[in-house]
């Protein structure tokens, strides 16, 4: 037989394993009445999944649990048991009919966006508890609120759950990535003085929060914190932090007025744009970048007063804005150099 052709029928026939493994890796299995979508992540554990579609990305996890869905400690799958250890990112996004997921045992690893959708707009989720299993080491459940063990980050406040005011508990010291995602029936949330860290986007998209305290345990403020919460009036950024992060703000729309703390030196990207009831901002000594799109229409704003300290503004940094001066300094600039 012909060496190349042989190469070739050998290279089909591998490729042909690879891909009946690759389909072998996915799987689903009928639990307490719900349908569980898998993914084998080693020789003896699984990860609870999305529905696969073919040929979707964004679809792949859209509305695919509804009611309470009960996640087992083992599943068998072609006569081997797996041990169900993870919850894979998306897992539960657009789950508008969900209502309640029940963590085993088992489970030693949760995504950060397994409820959340990483900012694409679209369905909401239902879910209003979160059970945990006691036998559970790694996580745990306080009135239906996602922790982890120790109790020092907060994971999960069910988009749903049915309450308008909320107190992180006092063991808390991180706010989890997206932890407090589209929540929109919350309109108080209470940060006691135990947070050090609030991550990327916890409470973006609270669009009913309309008073937030961020105390000054508070060290750092990661993306996209606040993103989307059109019901912000007031905030003040707390003592300490020096670095005003990526959209922090954006999308406030009814956001009025910001306290900015004389330590800030740097203000990120789109930091506060689209805050276009923005109608003062007092820019503190120590700034010293102000990046692209940072005020990106604050049409609030007609002027503003850029300090001695700065060393780099952005040539779009107030683009969008209707400023009638720009005062640099203590020299007042042609606006058009800087929107």
Known sequence: MNTKYTFKILLVIAGLLLFINAQAQEF????????????????NSVEVTAKPIPGKEKEYYISCYSGNVVIPNTIVYNGTIFNVTSIDNFAFFGCEDLTSITIPANITSIANDFISDGGYKGHESGLQEIIVSEQNQYYTAIDGVLFNKSKSIVICFPPQKATAYYTIPNSVTHIGRSAFYKCTRL???????????????????????????????????????????????NVDIPEGITKIECGIFANCTALRRVGIPNCVTYIDKSAFAECINLINIIIPNNVEVIEWRAFYKCMGLTDINIPNSATKVENSAFEGCFLQKITIANTIYNVMLLI
């Open 187 to 233: 309109t108080n949330i209470i940060i006691p003085s135990s947070i050090t860290h609030i991550g990327f986007g916890a409470f973006s998209y609270c669009t009913n929060l309309t008073n937030i305290i961020i105390p000054n345990s508070v060290k750092s403020i990661s993306e996209f914190a606040f993103q989307g919460c059109v019901g912000l009036i």
């Open 28 to 43: 689903s299995a009928v639990y307490n009445g719900t349908t569980i979508y898998y993914k084998i992540t080693s020789s």
